[in-house]
């Protein structure tokens, strides 16, 4: 079963701060995604990742979002200046071909802002 | 939109009984996934069925598609109390990468 790990399980962060939040995919796999889901509601696609560019992004994923491949293995999301609304369960996911390949997810971040 | 909408939204059965979860979508898919999270927890990836495919089974699981209706089930046969769980259904479109997920239903069974 490939494997997907996030760092941290659980952020806890101020109003206004940025955070990164980690992602190591499957090693083989070559597309990358940032799912969130808000408490009690539906997963959300922000944005999907192919040979070091981003090849498709959601409404939600706006400037003040980044994602980034910086050293072939890890996956980061960064937040600029997050807000409350933000929120949410983080999940990174990967997949060997992008349309047609199952994606399989990490654990999850757990963001707070507070 | 392409999102996948489960019905029901909540099922309750007892241990060794079956579950069957279904799961609608608006537009043309490349293919459908299923996928469990337990509270606060991850998703586990169940299963995949292609658009050219009708139905596909994995141990106690089987995945049914109707393209011409737009829909697909999630039958989980002699259930046990560790299949309770929140159950997605989640669309690939033809021309995209993402998956659009279904609101889930919430699975409990019973001891």
């Known amino acids: 079963e490939p494997e997907v790990t996030q760092t941290p399980s659980h952020q806890v962060t101020q109003m206004g701060q940025e955070v990164i939040l980690r992602c190591v995919p499957t090693s083989n796999h070559l597309y990358f995604y940032w799912y969130r889901q808000i408490l009690g509601q539906k997963v959300e696609f922000l944005v999907s990742f192919y040979n070091n560019e981003i090849s498709e992004k959601s409404e939600i994923f706006d400037d003040q979002f980044s994602v980034e491949r910086p050293d072939g293995s890890n996956f980061t999301l960064k937040i600029r200046s997050t807000k409350l609304e933000d929120s949410a369960m983080y999940f990174c996911?990967?997949?060997?071909?992008?349309?047609?390949?199952?994606?399989?997810f990490g654990q999850g971040t757990r963001l707070t802002v507070v | 939109s392409q999102q996948g909408e489960e019905d029901p939204q909540a099922l309750s059965i007892q241990e060794g009984e079956n579950a069957t979860m279904n799961c609608s979508y608006k537009?043309?898919?490349?293919?459908l996934q299923w996928y469990r999270q337990n509270s606060g927890r991850g998703l586990v990836h169940l299963i995949l069925i292609r658009s050219n495919e009708r139905e596909k089974h994995s141990g106690r699981l089987r995945v049914t598609l109707d393209t011409s209706k737009k829909s697909s089930s999630l039958l989980i046969t002699a259930s046990r109390a560790a299949d309770t769980a929140s159950y997605f259904c989640a669309g690939r479109g033809d021309s995209s990468y993402k998956l659009i997920f279904g609101s889930g239903t919430r699975l409990l069974v019973r001891p």
């Open positions: 537009t043309s898919i490349n293919n």
């Open positions: 996911a990967s997949s060997l071909s992008g349309g047609i390949t199952e994606a399989f």
